[in-house]
């Protein structure tokens, strides 16, 4: 099944992830499919950036967001 979460990317307690479509067999941070945004918890206020066109497609063919992603997105 095909899943969009978050990949952890920064470094030791510098946090920063990206939103990624991948295959939910995968690890947490490794072969994605595609990177539709970022999110960002340490500025001031949070970052979030994602590509709407690409995660509406990306439903649209049977993607399952997580919880976190859902709650990021507003969807």
Do not use: C, Q
């Amino acid at each position: 099944m095909v899943v969009i979460r978050l990949a952890r990317f920064g470094r030791k307690k510098r946090p920063f992830y990206r939103i990624v479509v991948t295959d939910s067999r995968k690890r947490r941070d490794s072969g994605w499919i595609e990177s539709i945004g970022y999110y960002n918890p340490l500025t001031d206020p949070v970052t979030v950036k994602i590509d709407e066109e690409r995660l509406n497609y990306w439903l649209g063919v049977g993607a399952k967001m997580s919880e976190r992603v859902k709650k990021l997105s507003g969807k």
